[in-house]
């Protein structure tokens, strides 16, 4: 009798920042997708769905080897402050220091960490720009009682979308 041994890496690792960009461009454009149809109901039902999508959606992209989410100094959600590793790095993209669309830096000798900035769109004002109207104000403090995530103009950067990954 012959034994046939072998092993299989697993299919969650993620070894390429390629992977890593096209699952933090899908968290993104899913999320973008799910806004824009809840807009079209009403700007308030967007927060809504925002509140219960951007989460879910997240966890659903994650996996074991690879956790995605989203980021800011001027968080709406409390779950979404940066971690320590992070700091220095959205620090130098605000002030323009790194001029890249994302970075990728060494985390742990087998974790890398990739964020990538969110930059203010028109759409984005109705929510977290600087003339916000009442009813609005009203479902995001109900929703998020410590709100930061307002103020904001077109083309600010408005928080990050990071990534974990295991080389």
């Known amino acids: 009798m ?34 824009k149809s809840s807009m079209r109901k009403s700007p308030v039902n967007a927060i809504e ?24 100094f001027k968080n709406r959600n409390p779950d979404n402050k940066p971690k320590d590793w992070m700091i220095s790095y959205m ?8 001029k890249s669309p994302y970075l990728v ?17 028109p759409l984005c004002l109705t929510c ?12 995001i403090k109900k929703l998020y009682p410590n709100d930061k995530a307002t103020g904001y103009k077109i083309g600010q950067i408005r928080g990050f979308f990071w990534a974990t990954y295991k080389e």
């Open 2 to 35: 012959i034994l046939l041994t072998f092993s299989l890496l697993p299919l969650s690792t993620f070894s390429s920042e390629k992977e890593v960009l096209q699952t933090i461009q899908s968290l993104g454009s899913q999320l973008k997708k799910e806004l």
């Open 49 to 72: 769905t925002c509140h219960i999508q951007a989460p879910k959606i997240s966890s659903e992209l994650s996996t074991k080897d690879l956790k995605i989410g989203r980021v800011s």
């Open 91 to 98: 620090e130098d993209f605000h002030i323009k220091k790194i």
């Open 105 to 121: 830096v060494q985390i742990d000798s087998k974790t890398k960490g990739l964020i990538k900035p969110i930059v203010t769109a």
């Open 128 to 139: 977290h720009g600087e003339n916000i109207s009442t009813p609005i104000q009203h479902k």
